[in-house]
């Protein structure tokens, strides 16, 4: 196997690439200074000159609340970028790997969604979202689409890298528990994705830690498990008006890793337990 891994600089990608160089597989990670995803002859001269039967596809343009002002080069990235890395996938008939978000939800309700179930997403960056997948399925039949949530890893921001720095200025903070969702590990979803793309097992998941929490929920865990005195009060999603709306029910199933036979990641306070434990 010969795999080639796109934004290696961020949580994700990051993760991935060092798995597999741990695992054994010829790997090679990616970021901006290789090629520029949006440019369609640079993407094709470079991933053919290395010609990899697995892409796993990182790089994405993540900033939410300013995609409502730089819609242009969120599409640029997150559809025209991928689309690029799709048409080469399909003209060396290799295995594409895509990680989505539960952002392409509109987020209502309070029953976690199935991954078949309609998109209808709320802001700029789950529509861009959404195209890539699109452009996915209408060109590949060897893809795995894993949606994620609420991320963090070693190797960048997260929420946790946020709260425990606030911890060290402030005794009290405010934290919404009006949006329900699932603390993902970056490490644990490249574990199952590195299982994912041994099989042939193709189609969309929904890639996350089990169990659900409000952000205030997770915000109490974390200070628990790092021995934090913080006083966190819940307060309604209205008080921290953002540029982009978010879903309130980011709740997503994970019936379609049960039908192929993968295993469910660990819950989220297990994961968060690992995080702290490599971090502080």
């Known amino acids: 196997m010969k795999v080639l891994v796109t934004g290696v600089k961020g ?54 609340d300013r995609a409502e002002d730089e819609k242009e080069l ?30 392409v939800f509109e987020g209502t309700g309070t029953t976690p969604f199935e991954v078949d179930e309609p998109a209808n997403p709320i802001n700029h960056y789950g ?12 060109n590949l039949d060897k893809y795995f689409i894993c949606r994620i949530s609420w991320v963090f890893g070693e190797n960048g ?24 969702g699932s603390p993902t590990y970056c490490k644990d979803v490249a574990k199952l994705v590195c299982e994912m793309i041994k099989t042939e097992k193709y189609g969309t998941y929904h890639v996350t ?9 997770f915000a109490v865990e974390i200070f628990k498990q790092a021995g934090k005195n913080i006083d966190v009060t819940p307060v309604d999603s209205s008080k921290y008006p953002a540029k982009a709306a978010r879903p309130k029910n980011s709740r997503m199933s994970k019936a379609a890793l049960t039908e192929n036979g993968f295993e469910h990641l660990p819950t989220w306070q297990d994961a968060l337990s690992r995080y702290l434990k490599n971090t502080l």
């Open 74 to 103: 969120c599409e640029k990235v997150n559809y025209n970028g991928t689309k690029n890395l799709v048409d080469v996938a399909k003209e060396l008939d290799a295995k594409f790997v895509y990680f989505s978000t539960d952002y």
């Open 127 to 138: 529509y861009t979202k959404w195209l890539g997948e699109k452009a996915i399925r209408e």
């Open 209 to 217: 830690n089990e169990g659900f929490c409000s952000w205030y929920e």
């Open 157 to 180: 921001k997260n929420f946790i890298k946020t709260m425990l720095n606030l911890a060290e200025t402030h005794d009290k903070l405010t934290v919404v528990d009006d949006q329900i």
């Open 11 to 64: 949580q994700l990608g990051f993760d991935i690439l060092n798995l597999l160089n741990e695992q054994g597989v010829t790997a090679k990670g990616v970021d901006i200074d290789d090629f520029d995803l949006t440019d369609e002859k640079s993407v094709r001269d470079y991933v053919l000159n290395y010609a990899p039967d697995t892409i796993i596809h990182c790089a994405a343009y993540t900033a939410v």
